[in-house]
């Protein structure tokens, strides 16, 4: 699969910054399984994402937006996307994505990277420069401002072309334990502790056959 010509699902750069293998089980292997988590999930998203869209005056709220970037090389959906336009001729002049969690903030910032990501969509396809969206997290039933500054920009890149080498690479990364692996709904298809043990098993018996050379080595020598 070429690289140059492979377009990164939106989704997939969380799914890459929350775990590399995780992203390549959904995405590569179309791996999936639910848990309390990604059911709330999706019921959440059923709510945000109902394709009506609203009018407020000069604005307008847009869900579930098909969005793209040629220049980027990905694609998605945007849960809700605040349009403003011109009093005169119907011009969009400021353009707000609005990405729905169900949780609350995270320490990591996967979820300011996927909005930006959406951001970086709408300023191809509108021609506007977005300077900010937000996060709505349904456990604090706040909205968070993400400020898409050059930093986060960089990040957005970063990750977009991290996740392109996953999703157009021939290998699965490995399972690497972490924290993350508690919340991660395919935690018995990767199954990272198995691995983990299995890693410790291997090196208990290369650390012993390394010892017992060095004896055989050190009793030759005597």
Known sequence: MSSSFFSVPLAALQHYLYCPRQCALIHLECAWADNQFTAEGNVFHERADSGITE??????ILRSLHISSLQWG??????????VY???????VSMTPVEYKVGKPKPHRADEVQVCAQALCL?????LKILSGFLFYGKTQKRME?????ELRILTAEAIRNAREVLTGEVTPPPMYSKACKSCSLVNDCLPNVCREHRQTMKARVDSVFEDSLETSEADDL
């Open 55 to 60: 009018n407020r005056g000069r604005k307008r």
């Open 74 to 83: 990905i694609h998605g959906i945007a849960d809700v996307v605040e349009v």
């Open 86 to 92: 011109a009093e005169k001729g119907g011009i969009p």
């Open 123 to 127: 300023e191809e396809m509108f021609g």
């Open 146 to 150: 993400v400020v898409f500054d050059e």
